[in-house]
């Protein structure tokens, strides 16, 4: 009898470890981003400073776009399209991811007026809707981002007086 005691209580042992171990097994699966039916977490959204950055690059190839269709504009126009790409490679560092790869389009000078009043117009008006979305994003941001946000709004609102 004593033997048939002391069997039990060695498997109880046995099974009391190899129960901890696999709650231990399933804790660290929980941890790692697995849930008990083995489906893995979904991915994280997009950055909401994406369209931001998607922004910012639309902006650099419209002036990119303005400046071959204006020449004579171009002293005025490279300094508002290096600010903006100056812009995508900040937003990128922050996102940390590069931006998507631009899909194919016309090419930029088409889109582009020639006349340098309608050019400037064009392009003032989009800035001004430009500003306004920095501005609301900014505004929505948590703190560590509303500095780069408020910036770039700012310095949307001084293109569009260099524009005028």
Do not use: W
């Not at 910012?56 to 071959?68: E, N, S």
């Not at 020449?71 to 900040?90: F, I, K, S």
């Amino acid at each position: 009898m004593r033997t048939t005691t002391t069997r039990t209580r060695s498997e109880f042992r046995g099974y009391r470890r190899r129960v901890l171990l696999g709650a231990a097994a399933c804790g660290a699966a929980a941890l790692a981003g697995c849930d008990l039916f083995g489906e893995p977490n979904p991915p994280p959204g997009p950055d909401p400073l994406e369209p931001v950055r998607a922004q910012a690059q639309a902006l650099a190839d419209r002036y990119a776009a303005a400046i071959a269709a204006a020449p004579d504009l171009a002293t005025r126009l490279q300094p508002l399209r290096d600010a903006h790409l100056a812009h995508v490679a900040e937003l990128t560092k922050v996102i940390g991811t590069p931006p998507p790869s631009p899909s194919p389009s016309a090419p930029p000078s088409a889109a582009a007026p020639t006349d340098p009043a309608a050019l400037l117009a064009s392009l003032r008006a989009d800035e001004e809707a430009g500003r306004r979305d920095a501005e609301t994003a900014c505004l929505a941001a948590p703190g560590h981002r509303a500095a780069l946000l408020g910036s770039i709004a700012a310095c949307r609102a001084t293109h569009v007086e260099v524009l005028t």
